[in-house]
Every structure is written in C-alpha cells, then in structure tokens.
C-alpha cells in the first residue's frame, strides 16, 4: 500500500512538528486502517508482554503465599486450599532469609562505595586534572574492558586468598567483594564521559574563586555529576544484587552469605513452599527499586548501548 | 580506541606486574613451626565447632564442654568456630589460613594432604594417649602417613553404606517391613511392587554429582567388585570397568526403562535424596549408615515416622563402603598448640566413646534439643567399647533402633571396604555421568561408557 | 572520548574568555599562562617537588590511587598472573613451572570437545532465539503512541530479576513430572509429560529459554533507544519517494540500526560463550555431560576437588577461550567494517 507523494512543504513542517519519528508517519496514523491494524498488534504485544514477562513472576508471587502440597501437585489452581502466609514468616525467619537479606544489603552497600569512589576518582584524574601520565591509566582501564571475565575468575579468586599488599587472605570477608567490585572500567567510561561534557566555564571560576583540586571535586564537579552517579548507582546495586559467582567463591561461611548464594544451598533442605517465599522476598527489592527508578534504570541501559557501540 | 599503541603498552605493563607478582608469590604460605616449651604458657587454639545455623541449646551445649576443658586445662583457652566441610571451599580455606587450629576433614582427604604436607605432625601427642593404639584398623588407615606416624585422628561419624527405606510403603504394598530386601534381585522386585500398588517409586539413586559416584561405587563394592586396586609396588590401577560397576548399572537400567519404577530425575544429590525420601516420593534408596541424624535435622524425621534401616544386599563375596571423619591440626601450629589440639580432640570427639559421664552429659543434650541419639555408627575403637558406651546412653536412645535391625545385626560382620584410596574426587566425578546417562537415556551403552571413564581414570592415577 | 588537541594542550581552553593569568591560583600558575593570541606559554621555570605538587601532580596521584589500586590488585595483577599461571602447576602452596604442560592436559580431556560443542549449541540456539526476538519488539514498540513506558518496563522488567531466583524458578517450572507446570500447560493440550532437564536433546534449550526470559529485555531497550536516534529525515525522504511503512522499516530503519546491531550480535556470542550459571544451577553439567560448557569445566577444574583444584588447567582453558573470542572479534569486525561501508 503506498500513499500518495507528499508535497514538500508540509514534509518539511512535519519534520519540523516531531523532530524524532518513528516509520509510521502521523499523516498514516490518522488513516483508520493503519490505525486499527498498529493498535491490534500492540496490543497483542502487550499482552505477550504481560505473559512471557510478568507471567512468572505472578506464578512466583502466586507460589509464595500457597501450601507446598498445592504448589507439588496443583501449580496451576488458584489456590485450592487456600493461602498460606506462614511461608513468608518461616521464610524470613526459620529459614533466616533475613540474615542473608541483610547480607545482600550490607554486600550493595559496600560494592556501591567502591564503585562510586574508584570511578568518580578515576574520572576525575582521566577529566578534570588530566596529568601527564593519564593516557596510560585510560589505557589500562580499557584494556580490562576488553578481556572477558573468565580470564580473571581464577588468578582473580588466588589474590584474594593470599593478597600482596594486604597480607590477611580476603576470603569470608565483605572485602573480598567489595573491592574487586571497585574495578569497573564501565563505570569509569560513562563517569569520564560525563565529566568530558561538564561545561568547563564552571571550573574555571571555581579556581578563580580559589578552590583546589579536593575542594573542586566535592563541591563542584560531584554536585553536577548527580545525574551520572544516579545510574553507576543503580547499576552498582542491582548488580551486587544479582551477583552469584563471586559470592559463591569468597564467601565460605553460611552466615555471611548473600540471598543469591545461599538460596541455591537452601533447595534441597527447605519446604516447596517457603523457598518460593525466599525467592520472592529476594525479588522484591530489586523489582522495587526498577520500579521506582524507571527513568535512570532505562536511561542507563541506552547509555551502555551507547557505549558498546 | 584511540591509540592501539597506549593499548599495547598498558598491556605489556600488565603482563609485566603479573609476572613480576607471581614470581614474588611462589613461597605463598610455608609451614612454620616454632618449638616452645609445652605445657605451662598460655595458649589459645581455635577449633571446629558446630555447622553453621545450629540450634542455641547445641552451641550453648559447647559452650559448656568448652568450659569444662578450660577448668580442667587451665592454660589453654578454646574458640569453637562454626565449620563446614565442603568439596569447593576447603582447599582455599587451607590456603588462605581461614581453618580453626582444629579442623575436620573426610577419610578419603587424609592420604593427600598428609603427603602434601598439610597435616601437622602430631605423632608424639596421639602416642601420649592411652589408647593410641586401641584404634579399629580400619578407621586409622588414613590418618597416619607413610612413615606410620599420626598426622590425624578418627573423629567422628564412621558410617558404612546401608539401605534405607520406608516403612510405610512397605505395609501399604502388602510387603512386610520386618523382612527388607538381602539381594539387589529383591530390591527390584520389592520396588517394582511398592510402584504397582502404590505408585510411588520404590527406589532413587544419587546422580547428581560425586555423591553419584560415591554410591555407585558402594554398589558395586557391595556385589564384589572395586573401583580401583592398589598395587604392591605402591601405584594404583583404576577398574571402573569392573563388570560389578556394569552389572549395578545395568541394574539401574532395568530398574529405569522396563520396571519405570526408579526415581528418575538424575539430579538428586546426597540432600536432595534425603528430601525426596522424607517427602515420601520414594521408598528405598543407599547412603551412609548415619543419614538418620540428618533426616532427623532436616526433615524433622520422628522415631515413629516410619524409617527403616538395613544392611546393604551384598553378593559375590561383597562388602559395605564405608567412611568417616578425622580431626587434624593446621601445619602452622606451634608445639604448644599441638598439644593443647590434641588434648581437646581427646575431650571433645573420643571421650564420650570412652567415658561414661562424657558420654551421658553428650547424649543428654541432643536428646534435649530433639536431636537424634544412638544413630548407629561404626566404632572407632572395638567393638565391646561401642557396646559398653551404648550401654550407657540407654535412656536417652531415641532412634527406632527395633527398625534398624536389619543393619545392626550386621554392621560388625560385614565386610568394610575403604573408600578408594587415590584421586577418590576425581573417581567418583567420572562414574556419575554414567549414572546420569543410564537414568535419562534408554540407549546408553554402559560398556563403552565405563571403558572411556576407565581410561580417563588410569590417566589420573598416572599423573598424581 | 576527548578530542587530541584537548588532551594535549593539558586543558580545555573556553572559548570567547579573556586572557587570565592566576598567579594566586595555588593550582598551577603554569598552566593557566596564555599569551595575547590565546596560545599556551610556559615560562622558563624550573622542575623542582614543590612546583610539581603545586602543578597539581600530588594531587592527581591521591585522586588516581583507589583506581590504581582496584585496578592494580584485582585487574591487572590477575590478568598477568593468570598469563603466568597457565604454565605453572600451583597448589596454593606452592609453584612449578610445567611449560606447556597444562594446555596438553586440557587438549587431552575428552570432555573438551563436549564442552565446546556444548557452549557452541547454546550460543546458537541463544542467537536464534535471543537476537531476531528483541529486534522485531523493538521495532514494534516503537511505533507506540501512547504509554510507550509501559511496553518498555514490562519488557525489562525479568532482567532486575536476580538470575539465581530466575533459574530456581524456572526449575520448578520445568519440572518432568505430570504436574510440573510446563506439563500441566502440555496437560491441556493432550501432550504428555516432557523431560525438559533430563532429556539430553532437549535440555539445552530449556536452558536457553529460560536464559532467554532473563535477558532480552536488556536488548530491547538498547535497541529502543537507538531506535529514536533514526533520524527523521530519512523517514520523510522515503515517504516522499512513495515509500510503504513495511518498506521504510526495511529501508530505512533496519540499515540505519545496522551499527548496533552488529555490536549486540558479537557481544552476544562472547557473552553465552562464557554462560556458567544455567548450567551449574539446572542441572550441574548434566545429564552426562550434556550441559558442560567451557565456563563449567574451567569451574570443575578449579574448584571441583577439595584438595586443592587444577588452577593451572583452568587458566590455560580460560586463556584459551579469551584467545578465541578475540580472534573471533577481529575477524567479524573486519568483515562488518566492510560490509557497512560497502
């Protein structure tokens, strides 16, 4: 179906009313039939959507809260027998997930840390202060950029048993996590990125009014950065949420484990029923904190395509 | 990228600082002992205590003993740490120094790392007790080195492999739960049976991971076969080909594809099993003599659930695998600490077996906390001392042992086989594949498999 | 990325400001020198401590030193040890150099080229099922007019879904017996119970599935984003030459994504090729060795054996894979490049 040649004029005013369009033009839209057509596979696509997306976790919200016989036999019946809450309280409690949750917790909070100062320091030297020496710390970081993790899991995990400098072997500590999270050469990219476009009129005047390089940093160049620091952060925490390897190797001891290691272990020793719970208590944060930050989440997402390419 | 040059630089930089590193670290962490006068110094040791997330009676129970210990040896302060033996974790938690002074780890591990020279040498300080050599030789085996010296002790939860099964589906399949199957031939039968009139599987095996091959070899030792053979001039020969391996497998197949009356998810483990069975979707299946204490901890077993214990069908002049745990001391302790480790591994793990109050304030508590007491397991001395120190727990037995009868009349009797003796990991790791194999293929060829696993296994022999 | 004149003039000039010489600038009096035509002069001074630190150069240093660190121990410490390491036989103890020992034990194990083919299989059916999927989405999703936020939140939303949860989930779903809940939805429709983890044929792709579920939606959203940056012009030149819809997401759309679209194919294929945790939460490798992927054996040689694991042999494999993928990157860079110029 072609449409009919539009006059050049009213291309250019329609160019000029959406500066961003995608291939159906408004003009098709207002035809009745591209319109019902567009309409009905969006909504078909929707509701795949809700399906293939939203499905299983309904399942799993749906799991927590039924018996385990009912989830072994019936898995599909809308509660047959009832509900039962009691998993979410013997999940949180005999089973400890509280402990691993807070685990989880403490193991973002200190991978947030390290992330952020390692990247924003780094930036700032590859950016702001940009010494003689930075090309060869730039390259250093990209390099690591480019080799694929597996190379660094084993001689990564013999450092944190015996580390050089440090001397006490990091394994079942939160350090053993948290620093090797702080070397991110993604974050220090998209920092650095974001540093390259701060409008360099500002720092300027912040040296003329005196200030150093300590006081240009706090309180200038970090103040301006809140946009950037908003996605490494939610990045940082999602991902030291979901991180399973890592965890699984450093940390040996049971009760310093986070959710996503010790939910594994607890499978075969834990009623159908409370491990659903325990899975949908270690859903809910990260799904909450999606849900209340749409905006940086997907915003970062785009940038790390921006990057790659 | 901007300049591939910077790039090539910072790489070789890299390479540089590693080679550099790695060269430094070679010496890693050497074994250091100082002598010290023993004796009269203070000296503190930490040991192995309870598994992670155990009940508040059980560490409160330790607590006390650790008290006990203290007013008895004055000099010596004890720190129980919360331990767990794993397969993943151990080797780095050896390396890294994150080991309590006192440390358990299985039989099987004992051979290598006294050879590795990860065991302290507490030779002098077992000899100094009073039954250093009352030991069962079986146990002991792997707790001394080539030299015959100490470098370990036999702890705890010596088990050999046993049947279990559900007493319950016995009666509910019209077979009588006294008379629990003797040879492989009525263990397929009686599960066949136990699937037909009450569709529940009547047997599941391990398939998961080593545990699979662990329990495959127990079969196969238990139809009088081994997995390997060691040699006069002290080199092993592997004999995963072995036709009792076949024939079990074989077994499994026929069990699998023409009765369809094995559990036939591979993925069971040494707990998941212990699941399955406590959840009751399977009747009869093998692991250690002890597994009762765990179904108990984490099933919530009761003596009048129902459990049945046996004693592994044995055919051909075949015996039961069996195992257990040994305490060692870390090679970096100093001689004060030796001494005050073995003291305490006298205290804590061996005097309950000898001594009658230790062993009623030991069973007191479990019995307390609900936690099994009396579980059969393999003595670490004779057997007289076995019977006099059950003798002396009696009333706070809470184990159905009147259903354990089929394994008890026979634990002694029966022929013990050790676990094999080199690359026992690696072994097993090859033999569960084929138990995967055969439980989820109908066209597994078992000859072809076992041959292939058979020489990947001499190649392991060869190499350590 | 900055510019080259930015970086070696040292800093950004801003355009359209006044001469400023700061001698109070504790900084670097050096740098801010400019003379009348805005060109850097450096006075003739001389290199002494104090005028480095006050140059800025200590200052520089404490800012570099946590990524130095993080960096120096955790990144550039292992990836040369790790060079290092694949010719020596380690037990955490102590160290020999083997030469090539290592890499020989590795080519001698038969369950290499199950693991290759394994990891091969996955990143195939991942591509099959995980590439052309998101694309068409994307496309769609983009001609949504009202509440588009929705579209791309539903999409996303599997992803923040922790992957251990996921794949313990997925589990139970793909339970074989008749009251799994797969089985049940087949129940319905007359098809008996599948053995989705057991049976060997079919257990990779229920491990893509589900891998699937889980990561898509990252792609959908990358793809969105590039979708807006389309520019319209090109949409209206069509239109103007009597273009279809159809035919201007063909002609316009597709090739206007061809640059990401590349980089997320090859991105993708290194990322399954280093796929560990499916295989080591469903099933452990099995059934038979069926789910071994490279990742999983390099694992099993490290820290499968409670004596101390074959570091040395899981370094050479992970180099070896490393190698790979590179030479794979190169290669298909150099044919995109000319194949979008062409």
Known sequence: MTSAPVPARTARRRAAERATRSA???????????????????????????????????????????????????????????????????????????????????????????????????????????????????????????????????????????????????????????????????????????????????????????????????????????????????????ASWKDFLWPLLVLHNPNLQPLSVRLPSLQATTDMGVLMAALAIATLLPVVMFLIFQKTFLSGVGLGGAVKG | M???????????????????AACGQGGGQGAATTSAAPGDEKVTITVAGLLPGAEQDAVDALDKRVTEFEAKYPNITVEPQEYQWLATTFAANLAGGTLPTVFEIPVTDGKTLIENGQLADIDAQVKALPYADQFNDAVVANAKGADGKFYAVPAKSFYSVALHYNRNLFTQAGLDPDKPPTTWDEVRKDAKIIHDKTGVYGYGMMALDNAGGWQLTAAANSRGGVVQKTNADGTYTATLDDPAVAKHLEWLKALRWEDNSIYPDGTLGWAEINQAFGGGQLAMYTSGSDVYTALVQNQALTADWGYGLTAIPTENGGGALGGGTLAAVKVQATDAEKDAAVKWIDFWYLSKLLDEGQAVADAKINFGNGQAVGTPVLPIFSQEQWTTSMGWIKDYVNVPLKDMTGYTDKMFSQKLIGEPSASTQDTYALLFPIVQAVLSDQNANVDTLLAAANTQGQALLDQS | MHSDDAARSGTRRSPGRPVQVELADPDGPVREARGAGGAPVTPARRHTPATWVRGGGLSSLVFALPAVFAFGLFAWLPIGRAFVMSFQKTNLFTSTWVGLDNFQHVFADPVLPIAVRNTLWFALLALVFGYPVPLIGAVLMNEVRRAKGLYSALAYLPVVVPPVVAVLLWKFFYDPRP?????????????????????????????????????????????????????????????????????????????QLRGILFVTLILQVIGTAQVFLEPYLFTGGGPNNATVTVLLLIYRYAFGNSLGGKYGEATALSLMLAVVLAVLSVVYFRLTRRWSTS
């Open chain 3, 179 to 255: 009251t799994g809940v797969f089985n049940t939805i087949l129940g319905w429709f007359g098809i008996g119970p599948v053995l989705w983890l057991q049976n060997a044929h079919i257990v990779m792709p229920s491990l893509v599935l589900e891998a699937t579920w889980a990561a898509a939606g990252g792609t959908v959203i990358i793809y969105l984003a590039a979708l807006t940056g389309v520019s319209g012009e090109l949409y209206d030149a069509a239109e103007v030459d009597g273009a279809s819809i159809w035919r201007k997401i063909w002609h316009v759309t597709l090739p």
């Open chain 2, 2 to 20: 901007r300049s591939s040059r910077n790039t090539a630089l910072a790489m070789a930089g890299v390479l540089s600082l590693g080679l550099l």
């Open chain 1, 24 to 238: 159906v033009s408004d003009v098709e839209w207002r035809r009745p039939r591209v319109r019902t057509f567009w309409r009905n596979v969006h909504l078909a696509l929707l509701v795949l959507l809700v399906v293939w997306c939203i499905g299983p976790l309904l399942l799993l919200m749906k799991f927590a809260v039924t018996p385990t016989q009912d989830i072994l036999s019936t898995p599909l019946a809308v509660f047959p027998h009832g509900m039962a809450w009691d998993n979410l309280s013997a999940a949180w409690n005999d089973v400890h997930v509280s402990r691993y949750f807070i685990n989880s917790v403490i193991l973002a909070g200190g991978s947030w840390v390290a992330q952020i100062v390692v990247a924003t320091s780094a930036a700032y030297v590859l950016s702001v202060l940009r010494p003689a020496w930075a090309k060869y710390l730039n390259a250093g970081v990209l390099v690591t950029l480019f080799v694929p993790s597996v190379v660094l899991l084993v001689p990564l995990y013999l450092v944190i048993v015996n580390p050089p400098l440090i001397g006490t072997s990091l394994v079942d500590t939160y350090w053993g996590v948290w620093l090797p999270a702080g070397a991110s050469a993604f974050n220090v990219v998209i920092v650095t990125r974001f540093f390259d476009n701060l409008p360099r009129e500002v720092f300027e005047a912040a040296r003329v009014d005196g200030a150093g390089p300590f006081r240009l940093f706090w309180s200038v160049v970090l103040p301006m950065s809140k946009p950037i620091l908003g996605v490494v952060s939610v990045f940082a925490v999602i």
